[in-house]
């Protein structure tokens, strides 16, 4: 545990949970005084629930237009296109009504905004850049106008970050936009909004909410405001999970998991690092297009076994946070997933030895493998760690 450390409290307004999602939302509206709201949704959402519908109703004449189509794993030529409809809008505010890949894209959307980014190779403008300290941060750029408020329908928790995950189409590499001001001024956290989520996303993106408490909890870099924000989300998830799998109508238990993964992120806010399961995942959305959530069913417990020489006291306290106290962390996880449904292995998504050389050379390039608990000096280590969840 370091003896010191910095906190650093982002620029998000409001977090709302429990209320009506529509109604929230046109309350923020008027309280920001936006006139011209764009919204960024579910395609799924629009077209086959009431949902969306319910929130243009309350926006009223402030309803400025909307985009549909993100596809997963944000790429850009979608976040470019959704730009130019927020631009031609006139839009004052983005609300956004969806997953991971929706939030991310309308963070993205913001920057496009504020610095006139038209085509998908502008982008690389963006890029962040080292600091003197060696952090990343963003380039020199304008900060967004037009700011964002989010409703959730995952629990994967992009919406409670200042960093967007676009994906570079031409070289298949998932990338971190970054800037303090494009996490969302206000979230709005409404069980009755997520019954409409495919069970399998609900469930994968709670494991990946379980990723962000363990891989913070089991950092080198840990602090105490990290753990403690960590360790409850991670009860309420291994709590909540199996509740909405056995009753999907559990509005109680959904709410439990969306608090639950809005701590999860307490570790990355807080500015402790990821480990090599969300380092590798990046690889293999970008590359194999699995889904994140999949992705931490999958890597979790393998990098758990592998990082076990380096942090066993911190692996305990995972197992006695989930309600196993003295076990193995890795097994506990392992049967937590397996409980759920989920894909466990890379043959599960038919990702076989021989891609195992290339996911390893590009995981390298990311920002959290360097940064893995046990140190990872180069692709065979990585390798080490695919075979464990082969």
Known sequence: MPKSGRVAFGKMDVVVFGKPAADTL??????????????????TLNRTTDEVAKVRRALGDRFAGIFDWMPPHTPRNAVIEAAAAARGAGADLIGTIGGGSV??????????????????EALDGLRPVKGPDGALAPPPCNAPAVRQ??????????????????????????????HPEIIPRTVVLDPAVTVHTPEWLWLSTGIRAVDHCVEGICSGEANPFADAQALHGLTLLARGLPR?????????????????????MGPLASGVPMGASHGIGYVLGALFDIPHGHTSCIMLPAVMRWNKPANAERQAMIAAAMGHPGQDAADVLDKFIAGLGMPRSLGAVRIGRESFARLAERAMATPWVPRNPRPIPGPQQVQEILELAA
């Open 26 to 43: 046109a309350e923020e509206v008027r309280r920001l005084d936006a006139k011209r709201i764009f919204l960024m949704v579910s395609g």
């Open 103 to 120: 939030t991310d894209g309308a963070k993205a959307v913001q920057l496009c905004l504020a610095n006139d980014i038209r085509t998908p």
């Open 149 to 178: 408020i989010t409703i959730p329908t995952t629990l994967s928790a992009g919406e409670f970050s200042a960093i967007a995950g676009v994906t570079d189409e031409r070289r298949r590499v998932k990338e971190l936009f970054r």
């Open 244 to 264: 909405v799998k056995a009753d999907p109508a559990d509005l109680e238990a959904r709410l439990g998991c969306q608090i639950g993964s809005w701590l999860s």
